[in-house]
């Protein structure tokens, strides 16, 4: 998947390959396409395809159907991507290479891959968009986890960099006050510790401030082993897509590398992803298949970044970089206060009106925007502006805004308020001038009943839809279609229509809209409106779709008709529908619904309503396959049986339709129980030649015969072949028809030829005999005169019969049938008649010679001379009357099989030995010569005694001899071969034969060796070097030698002597002997390759030949014969002029240490490769001969090995000052350390440092041999030069590190920015200085990296103001809680100060549990005062905590009024057992507050605090509550406290409850109060019922419309106040509770109690 617009699939189906590539925008488009390639992948925007199969690539136009390009790589293809529209990245083992689409070119390398990416599996390679910045990804195992690995490369610089990580991205982005973009590089990692983002500047743009972000990944818990798997870049957003293994997608923000979401999005692995670029998202693929897609939400993304991320400014980075919405009040507030505070320019508006005007010019404003330009327009008096504004609709109108304008224009603001609120009032008032303006109103002021009446009454009802719709509003849709159809019908039927169609549902009752039209008589209308309603034709819709019908079939049958026929509905009521077509006279309606079978009958037999029209044949021929066959065969029958003729032809065409399905046997019942044979006859017509049913084919003969339709019964006998031919023969057999010319047609077709000629013969129809054997078949004769024979017929008959046919009539049939009865000589002179004739059939010959051989009349003759018999046939005939004649008839037919077998059984060899030899056929030979034939010796004495000597034809006893061979005789070949060959008397033809030598020799090599040297010296005729090189493949290497040596083929001699027999001696010697050229240099090559190198150069000096002069010297070198080799390379030198002669020459002479003929030769031409020699002496050693070369060829960095070789350092240094080579200078520095010579060393050193990548190898070097002091004095040089660098700097600050702590924070303070910091960083970690540690992890905006190091390390790192800045910083937000437990274990005085820098970063729902586990927690109570404002479970819970351990009741109860999320049933079972009765109050009022009454109550019982019981009681409004509470101040004798909570808890206490209890325990005085309270309220009760019954008789004075009723004294008590009195024992005034209790909350004048509790006064029990 290159990109959003293509997948492309490979497939593979039983072993054969195909692609599937999808159309993303349109997956039913999906091309599939057969290929034998590797792999395929799509281009990113075209329809072009790419293959691979091997090294080999196509580009392909899948829509023009061509190969646009095609090219092969020299390694094979591990990944392919396309990195733009037009170049195609190729990524091998070695290298990466880029294929342009475009012109001719082949793949060009860009880059080699690092040694870091050897191992890894390459799953992405990215470009920038400029491809001026690659990156190369792969993974791999390491240590059990999946690691990554990317090669950055900048095509600029052309320098690679291996970085750990998992998926990387390019994007574009422009820094703050950067006046060009700078190119990003962001890449995920999860390394074996950790997991982040990285975002770095890789190409800085204009005046670009960038700093590196570095972000945490963070993987829940349930995906600990999740790692990033891809990276993309939305650039219209800013933001980073980063996707991860376990389907989790991450958004960051491109710019500030801050986390924007979370989330998981699938719970498969996400293997492929690409960007989206159209919706700037990211699409991947799942392991189910699943296309996913990834897109961030315009509408919502800023709101949420505001209000769930809380991030306002990148909320506002966001909108302005998209143009998304959700920021305006933000961005509109900050720019307008932007403007305000911009200074005015002398002569021009302000900016601020100037930034308005911008923004009128493009639009209309917005609310907040409108305001702050009408201030100071208003204030310079410009209302006119105002006022082309407003009708140009530029502003938007608002409360505010009609409220700053009514200062200066009432009429002005009035319009301005129109357009912010319109109200429904005001339509009213309009709408009694213009209803249109009214309809504009009642739209502003949403007065939406109003609306839909203007539209009615406007005639727009097509609206009235679309606007319910969409503001969500029902009206009666029913009242107002009734006032549409009584103003204009047909208006009221696009209304009804819109109504019933509705795309959510019908808006009415479709019943009620049919009974409305009805009730005007409006059938077509309505009808009109259900047929466009019910168009869908769904099942719900059946009821109405009956009705529909009903009204038509009433009212117009005709349209009812057309409905059915168009089959418009399939769900109504079928047989209410059939009853009313058949009272319609819908007849053929009426049968298609009908499904009972009375109902159709009824229907068919008496035609349904009066005047009804019969159905057509045509329908009821198809209607009868609607019903069941029981039912389709019983109105048959009664049709038959009421009118057969008039419905016979009705019931044939229904009876041939449905054949199949009534079956053929049911109907030929049918019509054989009315003995109707026409129809019978018509019927089977129609089937009968399309029928395999013998019984239909059966009984059409037997109906044809019965209707004397005898051309049928012919042409079935003749045609058809499925009857039963044995039935059909007897039928017509009894029929006796009058020509029986069927009866023939029968038997000759099926085999009764016999018994029809019986037949006929018996009955003495001769004619019908002579006609079937003259004219319809004569191959039948024979058995026509067999049958005549068997019945005994005439001879003359037959032979008149016979001979009347002439050649009609087959031989053999005719000679079989005559021979079984021996009657064969009858036909003697029918066969010579034929013969005469010129007739040239064998079977006529075979019978006129098997007469002739019973006869013994001249057979041989006959056999010999006949040319038309069958050889096989009369052979056979022959071989036990005359086994010669058959040997005779076989050879004339050339039957091997045969004649073999008659000669083997009749001994006739010499015959056979003749006809093999003759017949020349190897496969015969072969049968007959094989081992299994016991015949086989003598038939071999034949062939050599009587055969062979009688032929002269060479042909036939070379096939003979090839014979023997095959047959593997080599014994009895060779005889023959040697009487033939070396016999005296032997034939010279024979004798001097090449081949016959040549078999012979042969012969002898393979079954007798001994004698092949003998035939080798006694012939001279056979091919030499044919039979030499088949004696070697035989081993037979002395032959070989001497048919070579014979043939004087010395080299040929030669090479079998060294190649076979092995004696390089005695090669030497034969070599010796011939003394050519050719001999002596296979010799050579022998002795090379035998390691006789001495000797081989003799034989190449003997033969002047320089052909193998480099195998050779490499082969004297490595013997050591280096002054024989000269003496050849020389003679070489001499014939040839090569650059390895003379380069060989003169490694020879200094391996000899002849330096004068070596100095001669250097200065002298030469085409030696002296700088290879140089080398090669230096590395052996030969210093001086090596020196004598380089000097020669000025090779300086040569010299200078050497002269260090030479322990001359000082001229070493200056070869290396010559050569310039930084090699060079490095061989002689480190040479120098090693030597001690460090002042030379020094000044080579210099040179060396400068080149970045030779550095640390120096470095090395110094290290190992213990010179710290002088590498560091080297480097302190180093630095002071020009072209110091990066590296210098740092490989000195590491070396500060290790041998001078005491320097190196100062170097890093001044030198910080020249250091590659991370090599130094690692350097720190090593030696522990962990303060310069800290120093670079500040420096390069690690605070993570910071923190953990001063918290590891705190007595050389930390120090809290610092710490408190870095913590503040860190992406890692667990630091906080390593922090804050760090400062309560070491600095727990400056915990406080730490949690209050770091109070809006932290989680305080993590801070509480992690204190509370170090037993800290009143530690940070300020803190935790400080942030209890964000009512959190935690921070409540300890506060809550701390205050019960301080026994604070009222710091507790404030906290617990204040702050409710807690647990508070938890508290209060821990506050109830607590010994402080305040905090066991908080409790029972902790159960209170959460509904637990009988809890409150029990505990404020256990307390004796009865006041808060009755509260609490009271509280409740729980009648058995209250009750139970007063039974316990009963029981308990607290009849004082019985009388209060009366009084508490009036409201809920029931009057007869109060007496029982009172009088029961004789306290009826306290429950008086009560009842005196009750008696009044019931009375009063009673009265406003007593007066509201009485009709009301206003008295004199009194006012008709007074109310009478007199309002009670208050002075007594018992009005609206409750009056309960104590009697004089406790001195008490009406409405005062007893002595010790207070007034009670919720009653006037009572007070809380200051702990918030309530108690008894002392002495109150």
């Known amino acids: 998947m290159e990109s959003e617009k293509y997948i492309c699939v490979r497939e593979s189906v039983n072993g054969s390959g195909s692609i599937a590539i999808v159309d993303v925008a349109n997956p039913g488009n999906t091309i599939r396409r057969p290929i034998t390639a590797d792999s395929a992948i799509m281009h990113p925007d075209q329809p072009i395809l790419t293959l691979k199969a091997g090294n080999q690539l196509q580009i392909y136009n899948i ?85 990554g690995s990317m090669q950055l490369y900048s095509v600029q610089r052309k320098v690679s960099q291996s970085i750990e990580g998992h998926a990387s991205a390019f994007g574009t982005f422009t820094a703050d006050g950067a006046s060009s973009p700078s190119t990003l590089f962001t890449f995920a990692v999860r390394t074996a510790t950790a997991a982040k983002l990285y975002i770095l500047e890789v190409e800085k743009g204009t005046n670009s401030q960038f700093q590196k ?431 057969m003729r008039g419905n016979l032809q009705t019931v044939v065409q229904i009876s041939a339709k449905y054949s199949e399905q009534i079956t053929p046997h049911e109907l030929i019942q049918m019509y054989e129980q009315f003995k109707c044979y026409d129809g019978l006859f018509f019927y089977l017509g129609q089937i009968v030649n399309t029928s395999e049913d013998k019984e239909v084919h059966f009984k059409y003969i037997e109906a044809a015969t019965k209707t004397r339709n005898f051309k049928e019964v012919e042409r079935i006998c003749r045609d058809s072949n499925h009857y039963d031919p044995v039935e059909v023969r007897d039928f017509l057999k009894s029929a006796r028809l009058a020509d029986q010319l069927p009866l023939i047609i029968v038997c000759d077709r099926f085999g009764f030829v016999d018994d029809l000629t019986k037949y006929l013969y018996k009955n003495n129809m001769s004619r019908y005999i002579e006609a079937y054997v003259q004219q319809i078949n004569p191959a039948n004769a024979a058995i026509v005169v067999g049958a005549l024979m068997d019945s005994n017929c005439n001879d003359d008959y037959i032979k008149k019969l016979v001979m009347s046919i002439r050649g009609l009539c087959p031989v053999e049939a005719l000679v079989e049938e005559t021979a079984k009865r021996n009657r064969l000589k009858l036909l003697q002179p029918w066969l010579e008649q034929r013969v005469q004739e010129g007739n040239q059939e064998a079977q006529t010959h075979n019978a006129l010679g098997k007469i002739y051989i019973d006869l013994n009349k001249n057979p041989e003759e006959f056999l010999k001379t006949n040319a038309y018999y069958d050889s096989l046939t009369l052979g056979a005939y022959c071989e036990k009357r005359f086994p010669n004649l058959a040997y005779v008839a ?108 040549n078999l012979l020799i042969l012969t002898a090599i393979k079954a007798d060796k001994t004698r092949v040297m003998d035939y080798i010296s006694r012939l001279d005729k056979y091919d030499a070097n044919d039979i030499a090189q088949i004696a070697i493949g035989s081993k037979l290497y002395e032959e070989a030698f001497a048919v070579f040596k014979k043939q004087e083929q010395h080299t040929d001699a030669v090479q079998v002597l060294i190649d076979h027999i092995q004696d390089l001696d005695r090669a030497q010697e034969f070599a010796d002997r011939v003394d050519e050229a050719a001999v002596h240099s296979l010799l050579g090559k022998a002795q090379l390759n035998g390691e006789r190198i001495k000797e081989s150069i003799e034989s190449f000096l003997k033969a002047d030949d320089p052909e193998c002069y480099r195998e050779l010297t ?136 400068v080149e970045a990548d030779e550095l640390e190898d120096l470095v090395y070097h110094y290290e190992r041999r213990g010179a710290f002091e002088h590498v560091i004095a080297l480097l302190e040089t180093g630095i002071t030069k020009d072209g110091a660098h990066k590296g210098m700097y740092t490989e000195l600050a590491i070396l500060y590190s290790k041998y001078r702590e005491e320097k190196l924070i100062e170097f890093l303070r001044q030198a910080v920015a020249k250091l590659h910091t991370q090599k130094v960083i690692r350097a720190c970690q090593q030696n522990l200085q962990w303060a310069e540690l800290t120093f670079l992890y500040l420096h390069n905006n690690e605070m993570d990296n910071a923190v953990i190091t001063m918290l590891d390390h705190p007595t050389r790192a930390w120090e809290h103001s610092q710490f408190k800045d870095t913590v503040r ?117 902790l159960y209170a507050r959460n509904k637990r009454f009988e809890e409150s109550v029990e505990l404020s019982k256990k307390d004796k605090l009865y006041k808060d019981a009755m509260v609490t009681a009271a509280q409740s409004q729980d009648n058995a509550l209250v009750q139970k509470l007063l039974r316990f101040f009963v029981e308990e004798k607290y009849f004082e406290c019985f009388a209060a909570c009366l009084y508490t808890c009036y409201d809920f206490v029931s009057p007869d409850v109060v007496l029982e209890v009172a009088w029961r325990n004789k306290i009826i005085d306290h429950a008086f109060p009560y009842l005196i309270q009750y008696v009044k309220e019931y009375t009063a009760k009673v009265d406003k019922l007593v007066a509201a019954a009485e009709p009301k008789k206003p008295k004199e004075g009194e006012d008709a419309e007074g109310d009478s009723f007199q309002a009670p004294d208050p002075s007594f008590g018992l009005g609206n106040t409750l009056a309960i009195t104590y009697g004089a024992e406790y001195g008490g005034q009406p409405g005062m509770v007893p002595p010790g209790m207070q007034q009670f909350p919720g009653q006037p004048g009572m007070q809380q109690y200051p702990g918030g509790g309530f108690a008894p006064q002392p002495g109150f029990q």
């Open 890 to 997: 076989y050879r004339r037919g050339q039957c091997d099989a045969e004649l073999i077998a008659v000669t083997n059984k009749n001994a006739l060899f010499k015959n056979q030995a003749r006809y093999l030899v003759e017949r020349q056929d190897a496969e015969l030979w072969a049968s007959v010569l094989d081992a299994d034939n016991e015949n086989r010796q003598q038939l071999v004495d034949e062939v050599v005694s009587t055969a062979l000597p009688e032929t002269k034809n060479p042909e036939e006893i070379s096939n003979t001899v090839r014979a023997f061979m095959e047959a593997d005789m080599p014994n009895e070949l060779i005889g023959l071969l040697e009487k033939i060959v070396l016999d005296t008397g032997a034939d010279p033809e024979f004798s001097q034969n090449r081949n016959l030598q």
């Open 213 to 643: 972000k570095a972000v945490d990944l963070v993987f829940p818990p349930e995906a600990a082993a999740d790692f990033p798997v891809a990276v993309q870049v939305a650039q219209k957003y800013g933001i980073v897509f980063v996707m991860t293994k376990f389907g989790y997608v991450h958004l960051f923000d491109l710019g500030s590398g801050a986390l924007i979401y979370r989330n998981r999005i699938s719970s498969d692995t996400i293997f492929l992803s690409c960007l989206h670029q159209s919706v700037q998202g990211i699409i991947g693929v799942n392991r189910q298949g699943q296309v996913l897609l990834v897109a961030v939400d315009e509408q919502n993304i800023v709101p949420f970044v505001v209000n769930t991320v809380r991030n306002v400014g990148l909320a506002i980075q966001l909108a302005s970089r998209g143009n998304l919405p959700g920021a305006e009040d933000l961005f509109t507030s900050q720019t307008i206060q932007l403007f305000q505070r911009l200074p005015s320019v002398a002569g021009q508006p302000s900016p601020l009106l100037q930034y308005f005007g911008t923004l009128l010019e493009k639009g209309k404003l917005n609310k907040s925007e409108s305001i702050e330009l009408v201030r100071p327009v208003l204030a310079q008096g410009r209302k006119e502006l105002l006022e082309n504004w407003l009708k140009e609709d530029k502003l938007e109108c608002s409360e505010e805004l009609g409220d700053l304008v009514k200062r200066v224009d009432t009429t002005l603001a009035l319009s301005v308020y129109f357009r912010a609120e319109a109200n429904e009032e005001l339509g009213d008032l309009v709408k009694r001038v213009d209803t249109t303006l009214a309809l504009s109103v009642y739209f502003r002021a949403e007065a939406k009943a109003k609306v839909v009446l203007c539209f009615a009454e406007t005639g727009q009802y097509d609206k009235i839809v679309a606007y319910a719709t969409k503001v969500g509003y029902t009206p009666d849709y029913a009242q107002i279609l009734s006032q549409v159809l009584a103003a204009n019908p047909d208006a009221a039927v696009k209304f009804a229509t819109m109504l019933l169609t509705n795309p959510s549902g019908p808006l009415v009752d479709p019943n009620s809209v049919i009974d409305a039209f009805l009730a005007k008589n409006a059938v077509p209308q309505i009808t009109t409106v259900l047929l466009e309603a019910l168009k869908a034709n769904r099942a719900d819709q059946g009821p109405l779709q009956t009705r529909v019908l009903e009204i038509n079939l009433k009212a117009a049958p005709q349209v009812a008709d057309a409905i059915l026929a168009n089959e418009m509905f399939t769900h109504y009521d079928r047989k209410r529908i059939a009853e009313l077509c058949e009272k319609a006279g819908l007849t053929q309606r009426a049968l298609e619904h009908y499904t009972d079978a009375g109902d159709i009958k009824r229907v068919l037999t008496k035609g349904g309503a009066p005047g009804a029209a019969a159905p057509d044949a045509e329908f009821l021929s198809t209607y009868f396959g609607t019903l069941s066959v029981d039912d389709t065969l019983e109105i048959l029958k009664d049709m038959l049986r009421s009118n």
């Open 1114 to 1249: 490499v082969a004297a070198e490595e013997a050591g014969l280096y002054e024989e080799i000269i003496k050849y390379l020389r003679m070489c030198r001499a014939k040839l002029t090569d650059a390895f002669i003379d380069t060989e020459l003169c490694y020879s002479l200094a391996k000899t240490d002849n330096l004068a003929d070596l100095e001669t030769f250097v200065t002298a031409t030469n085409h030696a490769n002296i700088e290879e020699v140089g080398d090669r002496c230096a590395d052996e050693g030969l210093y001086e001969a090596a020196k004598l070369l380089f000097v020669a060829i000025d090779d300086y960095p040569g010299l200078a090995l050497c002269l260090i070789k030479l322990k001359d350092y000082q001229g070493a240094a200056d070869a290396a000052k010559k050569s310039g080579a930084i090699k060079s200078y490095k061989e002689v520095c480190f040479a120098c350390v090693d030597a001690e010579e460090f002042k030379i060393a020094q000044q080579c050193g210099l040179f060396v440092i």
């Open 63 to 147: 829509e023009l159907k061509r190969k646009i390009k095609e090219t092969t790589t020299s390694e094979p293809i591990v990944f392919w991507k396309w990195v733009s529209a037009s170049t195609l990245a190729l990524v091998t083992a070695t290298a990466v290479l880029h294929w342009a689409m475009d012109g001719d070119a082949a793949p060009t390398k860009v880059f080699d891959r690092h040694a870091d990416l050897a191992a890894c599996q390459i799953i992405n390679y990215r470009a920038d968009p400029t491809q001026q910045w690659l990156c190369l990804v792969g993974i791999s195992q390491k240590d059990g986890r999946v690691a």
């Open 1369 to 1485: 910083n860190v992406n890692n937000h667990d630091l906080f809680y390593k922090s804050i437990q760090f400062y309560i274990e070491e600095q727990p005085q400056l915990v406080n100060d730490l949690l209050k820098s770091l109070v809006s970063l932290v989680d305080h729902s993590r801070v509480v549990p992690l204190v509370r586990r170090l037993d800290r927690l009143a530690l940070i109570k300020p803190y935790l005062h400080l942030v209890q404002d964000t009512n959190t479970l935690a921070v409540n819970e300890a506060l809550n905590e701390l205050y019960i351990e301080e026994e604070n009741f009222a710091d507790l109860r404030k906290s617990i009024d204040a702050y409710d999320s807690f647990d508070n049933i938890a508290l209060a079972k821990k506050l109830e057992k607590h010994n402080l009765m305040e905090l066991r109050r908080i409790a029972a009022y």
